[in-house]
């Protein structure tokens, strides 16, 4: 890693590329932890006709936040 040193753009990137990969692994497990309560609910409701597994659940979760996720609009009403 002694290029790294000599060449400070490349450092800055592999940073950058670190700190991507982190916040990418803490929320795919902050979602699998987040399925559990779903999929158990679901096996509880719906367990007699069909069974979901954990990632089935985070599915679930990523189609429902993407269906009824909020929308943040910040149109400001006209005044008249």
């Known amino acids: 890693m002694a290029i790294l040193k000599n060449i400070p753009i490349l450092k800055k990137l ?6 991507m990969l982190i916040v990418i692994i803490l929320s795919a497990l902050v979602g699998l932890i987040l399925a559990f ?3 158990w609910l679901w096996n509880f409701v719906f367990g007699n006709l069909y ?6 659940a985070w599915a679930l979760n990523v189609l429902a936040g993407i269906l009824f996720g909020q929308r943040n609009s910040n149109k400001q009403p006209t005044q008249k």
């Open 37 to 39: 309560p779903v999929m």
């Open 14 to 19: 592999m940073d950058i590329g670190y700190a």
């Open 51 to 56: 069974k979901i597994s954990v990632f089935q």
